[in-house]
């Protein structure tokens, strides 16, 4: 049972496009939500993160939009660059709570075409 | 600083062997894990530390073990390896255990089981 579930798997948008891509979570407890991209053959690494006494959280390019009355959270890739292709992955995290533990979404795969 | 380490890079085994996934952080921190890495199952946490010491299981611990005797190093022990445990292992490791705070991923180690 994934706690996070994520959405599309994968989407093609074309070079100045916008991606969205959306999570939607369980457990309410949940009280920090970062965004990972991943390059192939690399590690995940952290690129915008969002607390739930916020409603959105803009970092350049990218936006987090956070409904926390529907448990939904969601990424927006404004001007979408080729080398925005990766894959990104939502998760959630309790804060305080043993261990700095991250539960993740599936990832969805982002291809922006020149 | 190197950040994380991972070695090896690639490893290819047959069921039953043994094996052992070296980790290793020079940034100090307190918390380190271990996920692996399926296509469509997003990351899912193995096992996890809070510190020298303290291990704790994750979210699919089963044939896994692990230890840290040190600060730096968190090697994960294949016992006996089956062709379910094929996936792409990432270690973890952040600042704090309990504080939203970044993860840092080492580039993974990818393998295969026969």
């Known amino acids: 049972q994934q706690q996070v579930k994520q959405s599309p798997q994968s989407l093609i948008v074309q070079k100045g496009g916008i991606s969205i891509i959306n999570c939607a979570y369980e457990?309410?407890?949940?009280?920090?939500f970062p965004w990972y991209q991943q390059f192939p053959g690399k590690g995940p690494a952290l690129l915008i993160a969002i607390r739930p006494d916020v409603s959105e959280k803009k970092e350049g390019r990218f936006t987090i939009s956070f409904n926390k009355s529907a448990k939904q959270f969601s990424l927006h890739i404004m001007d979408s660059q080729p080398g925005d292709s990766a894959t990104y992955f939502c998760a959630a995290s309790i804060e305080g709570a043993a261990g700095n533990k991250l539960t993740f979404g599936g990832g969805t795969r982002v291809l922006v075409k020149p | 600083n190197a950040g994380v380490t991972q070695t090896p890079k690639f490893q290819v085994l047959k069921t039953g062997q043994s094996m052992t996934l070296q980790c290793a952080q020079d940034?100090?921190?307190?918390?380190m894990s271990w996920y692996r890495q399926d296509p469509g199952m997003g990351l899912r946490l193995i096992h996890y530390?809070?510190?020298?010491?303290?291990?704790d299981q994750g979210e699919v611990p089963n044939g896994y073990n692990v230890s840290r005797s040190t600060t730096e190093d968190f090697p994960l022990r294949l016992l006996s390896a089956a062709p379910s445990q094929t996936s792409v292992y990432f270690c973890a490791s952040s600042y704090s255990s309990t504080k939203r705070n970044e993860q840092f991923f080492g580039p993974g180690t990818r393998l295969t089981v026969l």
């Open positions: 530390s809070v510190g020298a010491g303290i291990t």
């Open positions: 457990n309410t407890a949940f009280d920090y």
């Open positions: 940034m100090n921190h307190e918390y």
